[in-house]
C-alpha cells in the first residue's frame, strides 16, 4: 500500500470494527475545498427510480436528489459486471488497462484511485465505507483512511500477508447486537443479513456509519464513499410486504426464446436462469423484492443527505449517485448482469454541485468519464493521463456533440466467479462449444444515432438499431442496408482498441 510520508495508526473502533488511519495534522490549502458524497449501489438499473419512470417502487429521497441535480439519463457502464466496472469509476481507466477485468481481482496497489489522484488529498478527510469487491475487502487501502466493510467471504481472495481470520465491520455489529454467525468458517449468510430488522440491515448500518462520519468531519473538507449492496442478489428484502408482485410488469421479451442469431452464451444465460425464472410470478415475486431492496437503499441515503444537510456542508458538497452496473430483470429472460443488453449496461448517475442547475440530459455517456468529471468538480482540473474526460460542459447544460460509448466485457474465470455462471445446454450445441463461448469476450460501441455493435472473439457478433428495436431482439449483422454502418462502427472499435491498448483479437467481423 502506498501511503503518505506521515506514518499511519490504524484504530479500531469499539464495537463497529471501524478501521481509521489518522492522518497526523493536514495541510492547508489557500480556501477550503469542495467536499465529495459519492453514493453509488450494486445492480441497479436505471428504471427502478421513481424520477426516471417507475410508478410502484418508493424512491422519495433520490427523485428530491434528482430534482436538485444534473441528471444523464443515458448512461452506460464500461464493463457489466461488479469488479471491472467499480475499478473503472475509481481509477478512470479500462479495466484491461489495469488489468482488474473479471470478479474478485485486486485492484493493483501501483493503481491510484480517487484520494490518491487529489492534489491536495492531505488537505481532506477522505472514507470508503461499503462493499469493495477490489480486493483485501475488509482493510483500509488506496488513500482512504477511514474504512467501514459490510461484506465477508472473500478471505480467499485475500493477499497473502493479510489475517484471513478478519471480519468485516458489519460483522463485528451484528455480534455486538446478539446475532450468532451462521456459516461454518464463522461469518454471516447473505439471506441472514437481508432477513434483519430493518434497523439491523446493510443500508441502515452504512447510513449510521455515514452520518458519524460527516458529524466528525463536519469542520474539514472530505471524501466520502458509501457503496451500498443492494439491490444485487439475493433478490430478499425485509420490504417486500410493501409490493404487490401483481403490480410487477413482465418485460415484453422474457417469455420469448433468443434465436440462433444471438450470441451462443446469451441463449445459455436464458436456459440456465429459467430455474429461478420458471413463470411470470416467479418473476414478478422477485422484483417485489428488488423494489423493496431499492427502497432500503432511498431510505439511507436520505438519512445521509439529512445528516449532511444538518452538519452545514450541503452548499460546498458534490453528491454523485450512480450504480456498478444494471441487471436484467427478466429481460430476455435473465437475471443479473454479464451480458451487453441495456438492462445490463445502463445506470442511473446523477450530480447535484455547486454552480450547476437542475435538468436532465438524455446525451449518451459513459462513466469512464466519472473520474474526470468528479475531479473536474472537485476543482482539480483535468488529468490529462486519464482516457476519460470531464463532462462538466455537459452537466452544464452545454450542447457539445455526442460521442462513441465503449463497452467490454471479458470472462470471469471459474475460480473468480462466484456466480458460478455454468453453461446450459442448448439444442443443436455440443459441450465443447458451450465451454467455448463461457470463456467470450466482447467490445461494443454504441454511436450516437442509437446503433450498438458487438464484436466477439469466438461467439456471434450482433448489431441493434437502438431507435427502431430498443429491445434488441433483431440481428442487423450482415444486412445489406446496415453494411456500411457495420463496417464504420468496426473501424470505431478497432480505433478504440488501438487507443487504449487493447489487444483482443475479434475474429468475427
Same mark, same amino acid.
Given at each position: 500500500m502506498r501511503l503518505p510520508r506521515r506514518d499511519f495508526l490504524r484504530l479500531s473502533a469499539a464495537g463497529a470494527g471501524l478501521t481509521i488511519l489518522p492522518s497526523g495534522l493536514r495541510g492547508k490549502s489557500p480556501e477550503r475545498p469542495l467536499n465529495l458524497l459519492f453514493l453509488w449501489t450494486d445492480q441497479q438499473r436505471p428504471d427502478t427510480l421513481g424520477f426516471l419512470g417507475n410508478r410502484f417502487a418508493r424512491t422519495p429521497n433520490l427523485d428530491g436528489l434528482a430534482r436538485q441535480s444534473a441528471v444523464l439519463t443515458n448512461t452506460r457502464v464500461v464493463h457489466p459486471?461488479? *469488479? /471491472? #466496472?467499480?475499478g473503472a469509476l475509481l481509477s478512470g481507466r479500462w479495466p484491461h488497462q489495469t488489468g482488474v477485468t473479471a470478479n474478485n481481482l485486486p485492484m493493483p496497489l501501483d493503481v491510484p484511485l480517487l484520494p490518491e489522484l487529489l492534489k491536495h488529498r492531505d488537505d481532506y478527510a477522505t %472514507? +470508503?465505507? %461499503?462493499?469493495w469487491h477490489l480486493g483485501d475487502e475488509v482493510f483500509a487501502q488506496h488513500g482512504f483512511q477511514e474504512w467501514v466493510s459490510i461484506e465477508d467471504n472473500y478471505e480467499r481472495y485475500f493477499s497473502p500477508a493479510r489475517d484471513r481470520s478478519a471480519r468485516s465491520s458489519y460483522h463485528h455489529y451484528l455480534v455486538s447486537k446478539g +446475532?450468532? /454467525?451462521?456459516? !461454518?468458517?464463522g461469518t454471516f449468510r447473505r439471506t441472514t443479513a437481508c432477513a434483519m430488522p430493518t434497523e439491523h440491515t446493510k443500508p441502515e448500518f452504512l447510513a449510521r456509519a455515514a452520518e458519524a462520519f460527516l458529524q466528525r468531519h463536519r469542520n474539514q473538507p472530505f471524501v466520502l464513499s458509501v457503496n451500498f449492496l443492494e439491490p444485487h442478489s439475493p433478490y430478499l428484502s425485509v420490504l417486500r410486504q410493501d409490493y404487490d408482485p401483481a403490480n410487477c410488469p413482465i418485460p415484453e421479451t422474457f417469455g420469448r426464446d433468443l434465436g440462433a442469431d444471438q450470441p451462443l452464451r446469451y441463449r445459455a444465460r436464458q436456459q440456465a436462469d429459467r430455474s429461478q425464472l420458471n413463470s411470470p410470478a416467479a418473476l414478478q415475486e422477485i422484483n417485489a423484492h +428488488?423494489?423493496?431492496l431499492v427502497e432500503q437503499v432511498d431510505r439511507g441515503i436520505g438519512r445521509i443527505l439529512r445528516a449532511l444537510e444538518a452538519t452545514g456542508q450541503s452548499d460546498q458538497t458534490v453528491v454523485?449517485? *450512480?450504480s456498478d452496473h444494471g441487471d436484467q430483470m427478466g429481460s430476455h429472460g435473465m437475471l443479473g448482469k454479464s451480458v451487453m443488453y441495456e438492462g445490463a449496461v445502463q445506470v442511473p448517475w446523477m450530480v447535484r454541485a455547486p454552480g450547476l442547475r437542475a435538468h436532465r440530459t438524455p446525451r449518451p455517456v459513459s462513466n469512464i468519464d466519472f473520474l474526470p468529471t468528479v475531479l473536474d468538480l472537485l476543482g482539480e482540473g483535468s488529468h490529462r493521463d486519464l482516457p476519460g474526460r470531464s463532462l462538466r460542459t455537459v452537466? !452544464? %447544460?452545454e450542447n457539445t456533440p455526442p460521442e462513441p460509448v465503449f463497452i467490454a466485457w471479458s470472462p470471469n474465470p471459474k475460480d473468480r466467479d462466484d456466480a458460478g455462471d455454468a453453461p446450459a @445446454?442448448? @439444442? %443443436? #450445441? *455440443? $459441450?465443447?462449444?458451450? $465451454? *467455448?463461448v463461457r470463456n467470450e469476450s466482447t467490445r461494443t460501441v454504441v454511436s450516437p444515432d442509437g446503433l450498438k455493435l458487438s464484436l466477439r472473439d469466438c461467439d456471434l457478433p450482433t448489431l441493434f438499431d437502438l431507435n427502431r428495436d430498443p429491445l434488441e431482439t433483431v440481428n442487423l449483422v450482415g444486412r445489406t442496408d446496415y453494411r456500411e454502418p457495420?463496417? !464504420?462502427l468496426t473501424r470505431k472499435i478497432r480505433q478504440w482498441q488501438e487507443k487504449t491498448g487493447d489487444r483482443l483479437a475479434l475474429s468475427q467481423d
Open positions: 459486471v461488479c *469488479t /471491472p #466496472s467499480r %472514507g +470508503y465505507m %461499503g462493499k +446475532y450468532r /454467525p451462521d456459516r !461454518a468458517n +428488488y423494489w423493496g454523485v449517485f *450512480t452537466l !452544464a %447544460g @445446454a442448448v @439444442a %443443436g #450445441s *455440443t $459441450e465443447q462449444q458451450l $465451454e *467455448t457495420q463496417r !464504420a
